[in-house]
């Protein structure tokens, strides 16, 4: 990463998460050897829609590009991850983007389901109140 796409990502995270992802979409697109014209009918959308998508230009919707993330079977952790990120203003770590980024989806998933479930415990287990009366001493 050149320290201008560094910059970039410092100030203008969607621009970077927009590019990221149409690059991601691109490669699985390709992979998978369905074409353009094939992903975009499939989608609803024109071509040349699709290919700014691809391209990463800053006037597509992050929402096309979860469509197309969904229909292709990927990820969606690099579009969402470095949003958290950027929500938290704090600097996306760039080894991060490299590679599928499911299991860190799948992570963070966990981590709040498992705490959301904690909460919900813990708020509907009764506190169970002594006797009136009651000192709390055993015999």
Not at 1 to 30: D, N
Request: charged share 30%; aromatic share 6%; proline share 5%.
């Amino acid at each position: 990463m050149s320290h201008e796409e560094a910059t970039s990502v410092a100030e203008f995270p969607l621009l970077y998460i927009k590019l990221q992802s149409g690059r991601r979409i691109e490669e699985a697109r390709k992979k998978r050897r369905i074409t353009q014209s094939q992903l975009a009918r499939e989608l609803g959308m024109g071509v040349r829609w699709l290919r700014e998508i691809e391209s990463g230009n800053p006037r597509s919707r992050l929402d096309d590009h979860l469509l197309c993330a969904y229909r292709l079977e990927l990820s969606t952790g690099h579009i969402l991850i470095p949003l958290l990120f950027a929500g938290q203003k704090m600097s996306f770590p760039r080894q991060l983007a490299t590679g599928d980024m499911g299991e860190i989806e799948r992570l963070c998933i966990e981590m709040i389901s498992r705490r959301n479930l904690d909460h919900l415990t813990r708020a509907l287990t009764p506190a169970w109140q002594s006797p009136p009366g009651d000192t709390g001493e055993k015999f």
